[in-house]
């Protein structure tokens, strides 16, 4: 699970607080339960022994093993050196200072394309990027991605219609909404997620008051997603009075690096609608796929393609500018369609984005540049096109590299990254390993991620195999 | 209520969904009670007249009685013409296009100082604006951050700590995060806001299952909030069984416009410390301040300025680049800055950070643009002067205009706007506009706003008077 990615660490060491101790409210006690209910990485001991690597390694006499740390447990490709696409930066760059269209050498700073985009995007808005847009992500840019969804689904299924496009900060905030709307505070509510997963959606589960219906992915299939172990899971949840109403499927698979076949796709949407379910699609990684038999179709496509039969199902698909070959992560833009959603509870997640006023305008543009790249035949383009693959097929390169080599260790086997950007390989610890786990008190996968950090500086995500 | 403002408008109109009704989950009926609960402007009727009349307006045979709208419900500076400043957009057009640092024109392009700052910044991050950073927010922006607030407040007071403040996409986002660890599920919990009040605190309120436990400003004496108000209300609410423990205070006031005095904020401290409250200070229109008389002091400084007495405070206080001078709504960018709050609560919010990984890096980048201007004596400095200064003595040129011309209308009276950016005018209607408003089945406010939006274009918030 460490492919080409990096850390958000939260670095900042608390100072003490002054020495009087509040009598007042706001304690640890007195603060909402959910919130400590929910879990994330940033608080594994993991994170903690690699803050402290970080600030031994500032010491020049450091015994260290290692130069550098490795942050490989979020995917984060710019800090791992990925470049930012540059006719997407030049549009953005023009877009803060709309003055620069204007000076005689933008011609030779700026490619005509990047101008162009610039000037229609600007248009658009008429007062620029430093207003609030529409609380929905602004109008041509649902335009732009509802385009870029027909052409990727195919002329054979209706075309998408931006009325059902919201544009958020980045995918993670449009799962939030959508799942703090589904989720009721008076029921006992369930959300079905891969294991292992992806760990936003345990974390908004426990901050919804959910219960985790997890169901296990075929590591001896690579990572397939079979039907029996989602009724397992549901019958399970269920059988424990859960209300189960919500399926979230990570596609390409992240941790797992999985890429589903449209024959198991078209299976999970007739589970979905047998069971009443909600298909909510992690489809972030869609841009990733690596393995030669294997292509990214959207849940949509598939569930249009199947016509009547499908036509029951209520799916929500999610993007983001963070991956791919965009790999903005710090712009956060993102979006997310709505398919059988009805205009009544549409109009509650309008009222809940207008609450919060808008995303981001520059991370709604750069979700316009990803879907709309350069047009073909300019100059642009062709550098687009040179930028793109050469993000693409170094990712293949790693991935391939990265399975082939852990599957050389001893005790680690692995399956290939069919897409995203990660693998998850099965590490088998020898019988002394597993007793000085237990003799520090910890479980055996944070004694090995503990050991990996502190001999190479590597520091991954270890915390999701059950 | 209707000074230099505009609106966020949902103007997507939903096309109806294919014929096929789902016969699956998700429903109104069937979603969260907390969002439909969440009242907000949004969805109020005078927005969808202005949808309405905004598509009139595009037919040139139209027989409205103006050319334009104009959306003073929400403040949204940029949308109504004001300028950003250049310094900022100058760094961060060179922090999206770094190349351009390299350029043999950039010195023609950008001030020597723009040109700096965009280098400290790039240098700070190492990577670039397109990775994730610290959940906190880049540490070198809250040093900046920190030294802002610490030359502000005085330094007869301690300095403020980096550690202390997280960075959020606007203020909103913080607000959000203190009030989800704050108000407790398993409890029935109350939050103390001011009426009028800026909606946020009371959608939030509705999706927190939190009650509203409103106290009154004292228009005749310039919206003053006096204890006697806090206490009636507190009283109220908790003799309701509401468990009441966070109170918001918004200085300068939305959408009152007042700006507290040192007396009665010291005050309002005693009173969260004797009823145990946590005091969230909205102080995002802290550099709007017109009335010759007033000046901003922060919370924070007047707490510890009272030493011992209010050891026990315990305050959250928000701030914002949509907003002064600045004005940057859509780059999504604010802080917050947390006081006497115990360390396991922070790291809670850390937490709660980590789980959405980072707020927007443009907009974090714009909040030290905020705080720290460039140096004095530089050009860039002299043109940051003038173009403050304008804007500051326009927005306090209208709000003179705008409360002077509100009082000579008949029925109309209206306290003068000290600061922020609206004045909330009293108006008495003829008994004959009460009874029309009674047939149409409205409320008599609701009745006036539609009347003005119908005769005038202008599109002014009315649900917040009491």
Not at 56 to 81: M, R, S, T, V, W
Not at 261 to 280: A, G, S, W, Y
Request: hydrophobic residues 40%; aromatic residues 8%; contains cysteine.
């Amino acid at each position: 699970m460490f492919h080409s990615t990096t850390a958000v660490l939260v670095l900042a060491i608390g100072a003490l607080f002054a020495a009087h101790t509040s009598a007042t409210d706001l304690s640890f006690d007195t603060i909402n339960n959910r919130v400590i209910d929910a879990e994330y990485a940033v608080r594994c001991p993991l994170l903690d022994l690699a803050k402290e690597l970080k600030e031994q390694l500032k010491d020049p006499n450091n015994d260290l093993p290692f130069d550098e740390l490795y942050f490989c447990n979020i995917g984060n490709p710019q800090a791992l050196g990925q470049k930012p696409l540059s006719f997407n930066r030049e549009v953005l760059a023009l877009a803060q200072m709309p003055s620069l269209l204007q000076d005689e050498n933008a011609a030779k700073l700026f490619s005509q394309e990047a101008r162009d985009r610039a000037t229609t995007y600007l248009d658009s808005i008429g007062h620029g990027v430093g207003a609030y847009s529409d609380s929905q992500g602004f109008k041509f840019i649902r335009e732009e991605v509802a385009n870029f969804i027909t052409a990727r689904d195919g002329s054979d299924i209706p075309a998408a219609d931006p009325n059902d496009i919201f544009l958020t900060d980045g995918a993670s905030a449009g799962i939030k909404s959508l799942l703090q709307v589904i989720l009721r505070d008076d029921h006992k509510e369930g959300l079905m997620v891969p294991i292992p997963q992806y760990p936003l959606y345990s974390a908004l589960a426990a901050l919804g008051g959910a219960t985790l219906a997890g169901y296990y992915l075929d590591e001896d299939s690579r990572w397939a997603t079979y039907v029996e172990s989602l009724q397992t899971a549901l019958d399970e949840a269920r059988k424990e009075g859960a209300d189960v109403r919500a399926m979230v499927v990570i596609n390409p698979g992240n941790p797992t690096g999985q890429c589903l076949t449209p024959d198991l796709q078209e299976e999970i949407i007739r589970f979905c609608i047998k069971e009443k379910m909600v298909l909510l699609a992690d489809e972030v990684y869609q841009e990733n796929v690596y393995a030669a038999d294997r292509e990214f179709h959207s849940f949509r496509q598939v569930a249009l393609k199947m016509g009547e039969e499908a036509a029951d199902l209520q799916l929500v698909s999610f993007h983001s500018t963070s991956k791919g070959f965009t790999g903005e992560c710090g712009l956060r833009g993102g979006y997310y369609q709505l398919h059988n959603i009805p205009q009544d509870v549409v109009a509650q997640l309008k009222k809940l984005a207008s609450i919060f006023l808008c995303s981001n305008t520059i991370g709604q543009l750069s979700v316009g540049l990803m879907v709309h790249p350069p047009e073909e035949g300019t100059a642009a383009h062709a550098e687009y096109v040179e930028q793109r693959d050469g993000i693409l097929s170094s990712l293949s390169r790693r991935a391939t590299a990265l399975s082939a080599g852990l599957n050389k260790l001893e005790g680690i086997t692995c399956n290939d990254a069919e897409g995203a950007m990660y693998v998850f390989p099965q590490v088998r610890l020898p019988t002394a390993a597993i007793a000085a786990a237990e003799k520090e008190n910890i479980s055996p996968d944070t004694f090995y991620c503990m050991s990996v950090l502190r001999n190479t500086g590597m520091c991954q995500n270890f915390s999701q195999r059950p």
